[in-house]
Every structure is written in C-alpha cells, then in structure tokens.
C-alpha cells in the first residue's frame, strides 16, 4: 500500500519516481527491495521532488537512452517481430486532446515490444498489463526503470495539461486509472 502522505494523483507519481531513484542509487534489483531496505531515503527523494528541492531530468534523457538501448522487448526481451509500442495508449482517457497530444505521440511514450506483447497488452495501462503478466502481487514495483520513467513523466505531462495532478486518489490505481 503507498505511504500515507501519498494522496494525489502527483503524489503517486513521485513516489513512484522516488522508488526509481532510490533503486538505481543503491544497486537495488527492484523498488521492492529498494522499499524494503531504503524506505527513508525514498521518503526523501519524494519530499524533494515534491517541493522542487529537486527535479526530474527532462524525458529527451530517456528518448536517448532507447535509442542506444539494444533492440529487444522491453516486456519479454525478444528480439522477433518488434514493433514501437505506445506505452500509454492512444486511448487514454486524461484529457479528450490526448488521443492525438504530443505527449503521446512522440518517441517519448515509445518504446520496443514484440508483436505478441504489443498485442496482449493493447490499450491495457501499464500496471495493469504487469499485474496480468506477472505473477507477483508487487508487480508494480517490479518494472524495467526506462519503462517505467518514461510513463511518468508522459502521465505527468498529460495530468498537468488537463489540471488533474492534485486530484486525490488512495491506492495504486491512480497511476492508472482503471486498474
Ligand atoms: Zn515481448
Ligand atoms: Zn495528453
């Protein structure tokens, strides 16, 4: 369950994000283990970028990081039959112009996956996609860091175009709706 100071919807994608942080900071293989072991330190990243003490860097960095990342599935590491997938899907529901908003059309919202990921996972939202493939209740700690920045700052950026990011939610399924 997320951290009782986390109630908006920009709450829950920091904390997210200050997951990431604390994983890749100590070597962790996943954020639950960086939960586990660092749960302080993430409480402080989420603080800082909360109050702007500190700031994401910009999604171009992840733009270039896929572009000399090895071509393979970001879902099940093939190598067949890639394709760019939109991460968030075209059919999402934050804001009416996001069906055609740049967020979601740039390089930024893609990433490579396999036609058969592409497929199973169609206009599913991410979490909701790994809660189905992967059999492991914390499922969503357990995302690829590239994956999973890359989608928040693309939900972030469709959030803030749509005024929504103070909204306040209470479990996981702010980060994606319908879950
Ligand atoms: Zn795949
Ligand atoms: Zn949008």
Partial sequence: ???????????????????????????YKDCSEAKRKA??????????????KICWSNITKEDWEFVGSEKECIYCGSKEDLQKEHIVPKSLKIKEECKT???????SNQLWACKVCNQKKSDMWLYKFYSKILDDEKFYDKLP????????????????CAWSL?????????????L
Avoid: G, R
Wanted: with cysteine.
């Fill in 39 to 52: 749960y302080w330190f993430i409480k402080q990243k989420f603080n800082e970028l909360k109050s702007w």
């Fill in 1 to 27: 369950m997320p951290d009782k100071s986390v109630k908006t919807i920009k709450d829950q994608i920091f904390f997210q994000y200050a997951k990431i942080i604390t994983k890749s900071s100590f070597w």
């Fill in 101 to 107: 908003c740049q967020n979601i059309q740039s390089i």
């Fill in 145 to 160: 860091s590239l994956l999973e920045k890359k989608y928040l700052k693309t939900i972030y950026n469709c959030h803030n």
């Fill in 166 to 178: 103070d909204i306040e939610k209470d479990d996981i399924s702010v980060v994606d709706l319908d």
